[in-house]
């Protein structure tokens, strides 16, 4: 498995701490630098997002099920917004309900990964989360 090769900032908007610390075990374990700041739902995202003098995510791993503002709500106002809807969203939850996933990518969701149970499969998953933005993503221009 590839080690990232290029530091980069993640969001993570993540209610449970339990899945918050299996998320930073997981990057830990793959190596590579990147900063992990995480926020309990989508109105401290946004408090955290809108801050002029917080730096910019490189990409938002995003819950779907947390108080306040969940995930959809985010997902809306995130692309909504000119300054923040070109940061790539990962969306990383419990929920594979069909109709879950597709709202996701309606609301132009980059990824959408589901929450395993077992350790193995959620460092996986965050992997992949890790080899989608490597892969995928073109750097965000910075003020």
Known sequence: MMTPTRPYDILLVEDDPADAMLIEEALRQRGGERSLVQVE???AAL???RDPLKPRPDLIVLDLNMPRMNGREL?????QEDELKVIPVVVLTTSSAPDDVEAAYRRHANAY???PVNLDDFTRAVHDIDAFYLDTAVTVPRD
């Open 41 to 43: 739902d989508g109105v």
């Open 113 to 115: 990964v589901t929450k």
């Open 75 to 79: 997902l809306a106002v995130l692309k």
């Open 47 to 49: 408090d955290y997002l």
